[in-house]
């Protein structure tokens, strides 16, 4: 099946400091990612529709100048979360679809990066 | 507005009895349906979706949902659970024309105990 890694799977940084969340399709390419951002016991909230060669398109009340996506090639969506502060300290995942299936219509997840910004 | 309701935020239940987590959506135009698994502190597993056709829908690890679409649900079920099925089970809708965007219902937590 179709993979989706994220990296680092941990991160803790000081305030004010930004930090890069990676988002990769292993075996598939993916012309659009999608980055969700989840409180603890909290459901999934759609934070932006990462697209490969164009800008990102930011759900509302997203920041996007604090909230930096990047998805330079097929395969690779970054998340910059600049000059970070404790209430940014979240459950961040990304999640991507294989186009090239026909009928999928299936978002494959990664494994999610836990950010804690002290 | 389209919306997805997972009324049940937890649910107990013993091992080897079966269970059913319950999703309900509000939509004006037709939609395709999901149930996800999350263990703590990882990513989403598709468990099964429904897309057209036969409104039975089976999954993984023995778990099948039926797609309503008077009654706009999508209930998860399964026979017979285990303390491996112990986890946040979430409900998500991609409304068409919506961009290829899944809405999530807020998760069920299901418990299950010896």
């Known amino acids: 099946g179709a993979v989706v890694s994220q990296h680092p799977s941990r991160v803790i940084c000081k305030s004010g400091t930004s930090v890069k969340i990676e988002c990769r399709s292993l075996?598939?390419?993916?012309?659009?990612m999608f980055w969700y951002r989840q409180f603890p016991k909290k459901s999934l909230m759609l934070m932006a529709t990462s697209n490969e060669g164009s800008k990102a398109t930011y759900e509302q009340g997203v920041e996007k100048d604090k909230f930096l996506i990047n998805h330079a090639s097929l395969t690779l969506s970054t998340l910059t979360v600049t000059s970070a502060h404790p209430e940014d300290s979240s459950f961040y995942i990304c999640s991507a679809r294989d186009f090239d299936k026909p009928g999928s219509y299936e978002q494959y997840f990664g494994p999610g990066t836990r950010l804690t910004v002290t | 507005a389209q919306s997805v309701t997972q009324l049940d935020s937890q649910v107990p239940v013993f091992e080897e009895a079966p269970v059913e987590l319950r999703c309900n959506y509000s939509?004006?135009?037709?939609?395709?349906l999901f149930w996800y698994v999350q263990y703590p502190n990882q990513g989403l597993q598709l468990l099964l979706k429904y897309l057209s056709g036969s409104t039975l829908v089976k999954g993984i690890n023995g778990f099948e949902a039926e797609f309503n679409k008077s009654q706009t649900s999508f209930h998860l079920r399964k026979p017979s659970v285990h303390i491996s099925d112990t986890a946040e089970y979430f409900c998500?809708?991609?409304?068409?024309?919506?961009?290829?965007?899944?809405?999530f219902g807020t998760g069920t937590q299901l418990k299950v105990e010896l």
């Open positions: 075996d598939f390419q993916a012309t659009t």
């Open positions: 998500a809708v991609e409304f068409t024309g919506g961009g290829n965007k899944l809405t």
């Open positions: 939509s004006s135009v037709s939609v395709y």
